[in-house]
């Protein structure tokens, strides 16, 4: 139990700004940190619906739809601290440059922000405005015409962000990693392979049966999106990087939950009805 505990804070500390007491990375606290990480979209869901539930109260949803969806965007990178869209930037620098794998793994070492990485950065911010906008009039059109517990494509949200956190666990533990250092390679080396292979699968399959029991229609296109972006982040990470880093784990992350979410939003707005 001690280790479980000793694994839950490393995995916060280590992948979240939340404040958590210090714990001795050793071989046994590490075995299950990864159990841990699909918890911290939990934080990022949670927050997201404390914050639309607040929105109607201090009158942003009259006139101010760009600021609340702008702070809506804006939780999932508070609650991280950023460490993934770093991983997501430096890939994109790396990704731009078409150079063989050996020095696309040297750019991603880089700490210099490329013109790649300056141009991926924007065009993602503003993608993302777009379709957090899109997400919360969806959300406030239904909560006008029934209670905050009508607005499930909030509660979906929480659901993408935990899916996208245990594809990204499952590729740690099951594919091969580019190089022997660096903390995806810590991680991946010290976990409980199994345990954890495990774990994300039940994830998965309890995150997508919540998502498509919520909303059928977006709930099926949604979870299908998130495979396939899965599908194309191992292929891609192994023909054009020899296999996975903690870097490639922060672009896959940024990628599926943006276009997840953006797939949620669409087939909502399709679909028709009340959206609930």
């Known amino acids: 139990m001690k280790a479980l ?4 804070k490393i995995a916060f500390s280590m992948y979240s700004k939340i404040p958590m007491p210090e714990s001795s990375w050793t071989k046994e606290n590490m075995r299950y940190v990864m159990c841990f990480f699909p918890m911290i979209g939990l934080v990022s869901g949670v927050l997201s619906w404390g914050w639309m539930l607040l929105l109607p109260y201090v009158h942003l949803d009259r006139g101010g739809f760009g600021l609340g969806a702008a702070v809506l965007a804006l939780i999932p990178v508070a609650v991280t601290g950023g460490i993934h869209l770093d991983g997501f930037l430096d890939t994109s620098d790396a990704l731009g440059s078409w150079q063989e794998p050996k020095k696309r793994l040297e750019i991603l070492k ?3 922000a490329g013109a790649f990485a300056v141009i991926m950065g924007c065009v993602y911010f503003s993608l993302s405005l777009g379709v957090y906008t899109t997400i919360q009039d969806i959300a406030l059109a ?8 009508d607005m499930k494509i909030i509660f979906q949200m929480a659901f993408v962000y935990m899916i996208s956190r245990a594809f990204s666990g499952l590729a740690i533990v099951t594919r091969p990693m580019a190089k022997n250092t660096g903390l995806a390679a810590a991680f991946s080396d010290g976990a409980q392979k199994k345990t954890v292979a495990v774990v994300m699968i039940g994830y998965l399959l309890i995150c997508s049966g919540a998502l498509i029991f919520l909303n059928p229609l977006p709930g099926v296109v949604c979870l299908a999106v998130g495979i396939f972006i899965y599908g194309y982040y191992c292929r891609m990470a192994q023909n054009k990087f020899g296999g996975v ?7 896959f992350l940024q990628v599926s939950e943006l276009c997840m979410l953006l797939a949620l939003a669409a087939a909502a707005i399709l679909g028709g009805g009340p959206w609930s």
């Open 142 to 149: 239904v909560w006008r015409t029934g209670s905050f517990w």
């Open 245 to 251: 880093t903690g870097d490639l784990a922060g672009w």
């Open 110 to 112: 880089d700490s210099r």
């Open 5 to 8: 505990w000793n694994s839950f």
